[in-house]
């Protein structure tokens, strides 16, 4: 904007009023000081219900939207912008609004472009900034691919030798740069950062200067290369034209003393500088920068960059042996983490990288381990899991309502956005702004306590937790990082901690993971007592009951704890294992109803349109279930679908799905259960829409291939198919960890039933493993299904209601209607 306004400066006369001239709209003076949510209700008054507005007005619109960080609304709006542009509407500066408001100015404007032959300049292109905008949006989303091809986008629609080449030309190398530095193309973020490097802003140019080393900076950052972006950091191309053209841009644009962007961009700038000098081991120079920016109330302003220099000063306190300090910094850290629901990286365009939020947690948690502060180190150990299902569920709005107002709680949850929208915000009106999601999320905590975990960091103190299990139960949750491995032990009176170093940890479990899904199972058993020793013999003198939990963290996800061999027994063995997501889920488990309408609902074998894919013995399974309970009803192939579910879902004990499943670790929220497509249904019952969902129902059974895999792409927690269904109502859910064998699947699902008519739903899973395994010895056959939940309960009876009746078909009567049993 500085720069549009520079070339104005350039193509008008001087005039003695010029600062107080309304050379510059009123939208471009509030996107110059970064008043982003006054640009946002401005644009929305100015463009109201116009179906076809300027993409003048419609640049700054989408401008004010993609610096509030609502996507939501960004995209469709540059989707309109660039309708505009396939229209021929290109122009930045809408002449004959500028001929309205100022004639006087709008005249000398036009006549100082025509003396310079630049009358297309005057009105400028917002091409450029279309695809721009997409690009470092697509780069705080972390969608890599989409920000370089945006960029290059950007790069191939400026207009060469107009007035504004240079300066598009740094911003595109800069974002295209990221975009490949974050997106791990070394080589080619390099290249990019040479490209720039060559980019002339001498003489003239010298106010572009900045920019552009600045840019450099951040694409080396984003490599790793921080001598380099050191240096190019400490490059001063400055001139007094410089200094003299941002007073007279920024006296123009209107912006507030002392809050122009120009100098709010000195903070990041300055936090790269101490940044890079810590870790190239200018310990000294990065901390007294540090605490000089930890005491500029701008810092504070800034909450995606204070967190950081809160990390990074705390990193250099407790590699000073100062561990207190360190721990006091990292807590303020997360304080401001988790003020906010969403974990976009709002500032990764600026500073070169995104932040580790789970990277403050590993250190806290270390910080208190060392310093015997074992309790408040498992408080935060939860709430570092609650952080990433937090993360993982940002994007999502619709939530099912379990308890409470409807209305109320989704008016809260609309509060907590727009308060958190307010606290991104960037200029001299955020002071203003309440800067977190606290008060709203509070109500909400009392309105629908289970709700609040999915949109705000909360965990259930240690005590309750202790109160959840039973007095025969061990809880084992474990924690690692690239140096440390923890073990928290707890039963009803103590908690113990072990740490002992990681190691290899990644690579054992890949190793045996792949060893598991030999059906021969000749090579799994040194890798299943190599984990073994590293995860269950440190804390062994603390397992004396016979129940285990296990709550798992990262990689372990993958690891099917119950096969884990000792030297002369698996861990099934000895101990009836459950798994559970965080230790803080236990206060929201349900405990199965004593009565439902129905027994087990089953869908088997569903059409997917490629014969491949059916599942023959998933058939047979799904109805011989439905012949085991009673009031069972047993929906394949077509039957099988989404409309069923929603039909049926919460008249039946037990859910049971025999069908494949498939886990996206890098959308989480898209991973699936496979049904039958329909006119009403993609076939796809994904994460997201369970979420949305209620089903109320005692026991899912995912008896389908990998539908247990979950993992956070930031290696925390699990928000898998499992996990959704928790949230739906399910008390428990058993789920596989690997793709199964038909055969073996259908046999074990079977005992499983038959075992649930006379004990309780793990010791029903258990025995049915045991049976299994003396039939089919190794692991890969009875190993992959784990339960998650409630482990109690499920023992089904005849229920008294009737069975209840099919939906109606247009044009078919019940009688054609009668179901497969």
């Known amino acids: 904007m500085r720069a549009l306004i520079l070339v104005l400066l350039l193509l008008v006369p001087l005039h003695a009023d010029l600062a107080q001239a309304s050379i510059v709209p009123e939208r471009g003076k509030l996107f110059s000081a970064g008043r982003y949510v006054e640009l946002e209700k401005l644009m929305e008054k100015e463009i109201g219900d116009d179906p076809n507005p300027k993409s003048a007005k419609l640049m700054f619109q989408c401008a004010a939207y993609g610096k509030l960080k609502r996507y939501n609304k960004l995209f469709p709006c540059l989707a309109k912008l660039e309708d505009n542009v396939n229209k021929g509407d290109i122009s930045i500066i809408d002449m004959e609004e500028m001929a309205r408001d100022s004639p006087f100015l709008a005249g000398m404007a036009r006549f100082g472009a025509g003396m310079a032959g630049q009358q297309k300049e005057l009105e400028g292109s917002v091409v450029p900034y279309l695809h721009l905008m997409r690009s470092e949006a697509y780069n705080e989303l972390r969608d890599y691919p989409k920000a370089m091809a945006a960029a290059r986008a950007a790069t191939d629609s400026i207009v060469v030798g107009s007035n504004g080449e240079r300066a ?29 490097t060559a980019v002339d802003t001498s003489g003239n140019y010298s106010l572009l200067a900045p920019e552009k080393w600045l ?94 220099l809160l990390f990074d000063r705390g990193r250099i306190a407790a590699g000073e042996g100062d561990m207190a300090e360190a721990v006091r910094l990292w807590r303020q850290a ?68 379990a308890t409470g107002d409807t209305e109320k709680i989704r008016e809260l949850l609309a509060q907590a956005e727009k308060t958190e929208i307010a606290s991104l915000v960037q200029g001299a009106e955020k002071r203003s702004t309440t800067r977190s999601i606290i008060a709203p999320t509070e109500i909400l905590r009392q309105q629908a306590p289970e709700l609040a975990t999915l949109v705000s960091v909360s965990t259930t103190p240690l005590a309750d937790i202790q109160a959840k299990l039973r007095p025969d139960e061990t809880l084992v949750e474990y924690y690692y990082d690239s140096q440390w491995l923890y073990a928290f032990v707890l039963n009803r009176d103590s908690l113990r901690v072990v740490r002992t170093q990681t190691g290899e940890l990644e690579a054992e479990v890949r190793a045996w993971r792949t060893a598991l899904e030999e059906p021969e199972g000749k090579t799994q058993l040194p890798h299943a007592q190599t984990l073994y020793k590293k995860l269950v013999t440190p804390i062994a003198a603390f397992l004396d009951r016979p129940r285990l939990t296990f709550v798992s963290h990262g990689v372990l996800h993958y690891v099917p704890l119950a096969a884990l061999h000792s030297g002369s027994e698996y861990l099934i063995d000895k101990f009836a294992v459950r798994l559970l997501p965080s230790a803080s889920v236990m206060k929201y488990l349900r405990v199965g109803d004593t009565q439902y309408a129905g027994g087990a609902l089953t869908l088997g074998n569903p059409d997917l349109g490629d014969p491949r894919l059916d599942l023959e013995f998933a058939q047979q399974e799904a109805v011989a279930i439905a012949k085991m309970v009673p009031q069972s009803r047993a929906f394949l192939r077509k039957e099988a679908n989404e409309t069923t579910l929603r039909t049926y879902g919460q008249g039946f004990r037990y859910l049971h799905f025999a069908t494949h499943g498939e886990f996206k670790a890098d959308n989480p929220l898209d991973s699936a259960l496979f049904l039958s497509k329909e006119a009403q249904g993609d076939g796809l019952l994904t994460v997201n829409k369970l979420y949305s969902m209620r089903l109320d129902t005692d026991l899912v059974t995912l008896s389908a291939c990998e539908t247990g895999l979950g993992k956070i792409a930031n290696g925390d927690d699990v928000v898998g198919l499992t996990r959704g269904f928790l949230y739906a109502g399910a008390a428990t859910i058993v789920a596989s960890l690997w793709k199964v064998d038909d055969q073996a699947t259908s046999d074990l699902m079977r005992a499983f039933y038959t075992n649930l008519g006379r004990t309780g739903k793990l010791d029903a899973l258990r025995q049915a493993q045991l049976d299994i395994k003396r039939k089919y ?8 299904f784990q339960l998650l939940g409630n482990p109690d309960g499920g023992q089904y009876v005849a229920a008294k209601a009737p069975e209840p009746a099919r939906p109606a078909a247009k044009g078919k009567t019940d009688a054609s209607r009668k179901a497969k049993r």
């Open 334 to 401: 997360v304080e401001i983490i988790e003020q906010q629901r969403s974990s976009i990286n709002t500032e990764a365009n600026k500073i070169g990288f995104a932040g580790d939020k789970q990277a403050v947690y590993h250190h806290l948690i270390g910080g208190l381990f060392a310093t015997g502060q074992f309790t408040e180190a498992f408080d935060y150990l939860e709430r570092s899991k609650s952080r990433a299902l937090v993360d993982i569920l940002a994007s999502k709005k619709d939530f099912a309502v």
């Open 215 to 308: 840019g450099v900076a951040r694409i080396y950052v984003s490599v790793g290369e921080y001598a380099k972006a050191n240096e190019a950091l400490r490059k001063d191309e400055k001139s007094l034209f410089d200094a003299f053209a941002v007073g007279v841009a920024d006296a123009v644009a209107g912006m507030d003393a002392g809050e122009s962007l120009f100098s709010y961009l000195e903070l990041p700038k300055e936090f790269m500088l101490y940044k890079t000098q810590l870790e190239i081991g200018q310990v000294k120079e990065a901390k007294e920068g540090f605490d000089k920016l930890l005491k500029d109330k701008r810092s504070a302003g800034n909450g995606e960059i204070y967190w950081l």
């Open 777 to 784: 010895p190794p692991p890969y056959f009875w190993a992959p």
């Open 168 to 196: 598009l030309r740094i911003m595109t190398l800069t974002s295209h740069g990221l975009a490949e530095g974050f997106g791990g193309n070394r080589e080619a973020a390099l290249k990019i950062a040479a490209d720039l």
